[in-house]
């Protein structure tokens, strides 16, 4: 039986997640499209950029992840305690760089500057967005919306992008993280689109053995490829 969210995702309490993301009846809509023969590979390049955009502003790490034809995967930490640490400013700087002033299609940084200040001078909503930039919800939202809506407009068309929620499963220890994290890696491989991790394209894993290649004898303890640049940020133990 399926658990509510609320009993998978604790909002106070910091842990990993394996979150899938799929297409509107898992339809090609990042794919090859083999009904009308068109192409839209190009937005996995999206859903990567905005990823790895979002990491930098919410208090969550990423660990790994894979931008598929016609879903997503995402292995995350959430932590709270970091978004806690953050002063009202930073709170507001951050949220602003999520939800910028635009005018026009362009941002206007005056504008920003302004909402950031009025957001660090009000405690109710400096409170307000400092529990939503700790929230993977949140995240998922602010990843999957903006997709949903440039993909739409270069369709011309309206409606659904991506199936309902997200599908979020907890990861309650090292094993767990590093099964799943090696199960995201490989699913390009595992769909046939490549065969090799040097050919995995919009995928965590090339990041992370560019890393391994310039500190060959280091062995550092696994991080997030992106996201909760702290020193708080746990690392896992890796094998032998």
């Known amino acids: 039986m399926t658990l509510p969210r609320r009993q998978t995702v604790d909002p106070a309490v910091p842990g990993f997640y394996h979150c899938v993301s799929r297409c509107v009846r898992r339809a090609y809509l990042c794919?090859?499209?083999?009904?009308t023969g068109q192409s839209f590979e190009?937005?996995?390049a999206w859903v990567e950029q905005r990823l790895l955009e979002l990491a930098r502003w919410f208090s969550l790490g990423v660990y790994a992840y894979a931008v598929m034809s016609n879903h997503l995967h995402l292995v995350v930490h959430v932590d709270p305690a970091t978004a806690a640490s953050w002063s009202a400013e930073e709170v507001a700087r951050r949220w602003v760089s999520v939800f910028s002033v635009c005018v026009d299609g362009v941002i206007d940084q005056r504008a920003c500057d302004e909402r950031a200040r009025a957001i660090a001078a009000d405690p109710a909503r400096s409170a307000v967005c400092r529990e939503r930039l700790a929230s993977l919800s949140w995240f998922m939202r602010c990843l999957c919306e903006p997709i949903a809506r440039r993909a739409n407009r270069e369709d011309g068309c309206t409606g659904r992008f991506w199936e309902g929620r997200y599908r979020c499963q907890a990861l309650l220890d090292d094993q767990a993280v590093l099964a799943c994290m090696a199960?995201?890696?490989?699913?390009?491989i595992r769909a046939g689109m490549c065969?090799?991790?040097?050919?995995?394209?919009?995928?965590?894993?090339?990041?992370?053995?560019?890393?391994?290649?310039r500190q060959p004898d280091a062995a550092p303890p696994l991080a997030p490829v992106a996201g909760l640049a702290t020193t708080e940020a746990p690392a896992l133990t890796t094998a032998e």
């Not at 199960?183 to 390009?188: R, W």
């Not at 090799?196 to 290649?213: D, F, K, Q, Y």
């Open 31 to 35: 794919g090859q499209d083999a009904y």
């Open 183 to 188: 199960y995201v890696d490989l699913n390009p």
């Open 195 to 213: 065969d090799s991790l040097e050919a995995s394209v919009h995928t965590s894993i090339p990041g992370r053995m560019a890393e391994c290649s």
């Open 42 to 44: 190009h937005r996995k």
